[in-house]
């Protein structure tokens, strides 16, 4: 069984709303030279066809602009067995708190995802206090991108990404999960190059799980570290039970991004002894932190 923690919903409200000048989601698409998404109904069928077709059991999808939750909620909602929610919020804007009901009261989002080299905050700022809280009261997950932040569509649309990645230290986002001791926390990448402060951030703080997803290039900043190399040392760090598959997928006509579980599952098979442990990794703990 293969459940994916990590795959972008990029709808046509997303792609409306990161170029709002261009003429809508078609024309955006075709700029890209994406396959138009259509409605968030066609979309969330598409990704099941090509879930099934790679036979990936369930995955989690990424609403990956504030604002947009709404779309992957009626995506999860013709398959609730089969998609979770995650949403993007931005707790520095003056509607925070709206966002926040709205995500996990109205929409039923499982996770809130936030980027704070994006938004211009720091994770241990008061502001993710209030994201705790609001996740420990709904039971859902926080998502924090750490590390290094590029964001491809952005630069395919001429879009600035002034990100200050400063933001985005997993220490100080240790700092604030150790208060919510039930709130599970996800950093994905292994902290996209903080890979030394995510491992230091795990080991202090029992409810930070990693994700494993995309191609991981960020290894580039650590010389001569592989990517099995740091598979083997989150293994002994966080263990098997707080190591999440991820791919990463985002837009068609690519889709599900096969050669990323492929590449992590010959490195899984080389440095996890038991089959137990290996299948935590690929599917298991993502039904225990999202039970269907």
């Known amino acids: 069984m293969i459940n994916d923690t990590h795959v972008h919903f990029f709808s046509s409200r997303f792609l409306e709303l990161m170029a709002p000048e261009a003429g809508g989601a078609d024309a955006v698409a075709r ?42 909620a009626e995506a999860v909602a013709h398959h609730p067995h089969r998609l979770v929610g995650f949403f993007m919020h931005n707790p520095a804007v003056p509607t925070a708190d709206v966002g926040l009901t709205r995500g ?27 994201v705790f809280r609001a996740a420990a009261s709904s039971g859902a997950a926080v998502f924090a991108h750490c590390g290094v932040l590029t964001v491809g569509v952005r630069r395919k649309l001429g879009l600035p990404s002034r990100f200050d990645l400063r933001l985005g230290d997993p220490l100080a986002l240790a700092k604030t999960a150790l208060a919510y001791p039930d709130v599970p926390v996800i950093i994905p990448h292994f902290g996209a190059g903080f890979f030394r402060e995510a491992l230091m951030a795990a080991d202090q703080c029992p409810t930070i799980h990693f994700d494993s997803s995309s191609s991981n290039s960020w290894i580039r900043y650590h010389p001569g570290l592989t990517l099995p190399d740091a598979f083997k040392q989150a293994l002994a760090v966080a263990g098997p039970s707080r190591i999440l598959f991820g791919t990463d997928s985002s837009f068609f006509p690519r889709g599900w991004q096969r050669p990323i579980y492929e590449e992590q599952n010959r490195i899984l098979e080389s440095l996890v002894a038991s089959d137990t442990d290996r299948e935590a990794i690929v599917a298991e703990n993502f039904d225990r932190l999202f039970p269907a």
């Open 31 to 72: 700029r890209l030279e994406w396959d138009a998404p259509g409605t968030a109904t066609e979309l969330g069928d598409r990704w099941i066809a090509e879930l099934d077709r790679h036979g990936v059991s369930r995955a989690a999808l990424i609403a990956s602009v504030p604002g947009d939750a709404a779309s992957v």
């Open 104 to 130: 996990l009261k109205d929409l039923g989002m499982r996770a809130i995802c936030l980027f704070p080299a994006m938004h211009g905050y720091a994770l241990d700022d008061p502001i993710v206090d209030g």
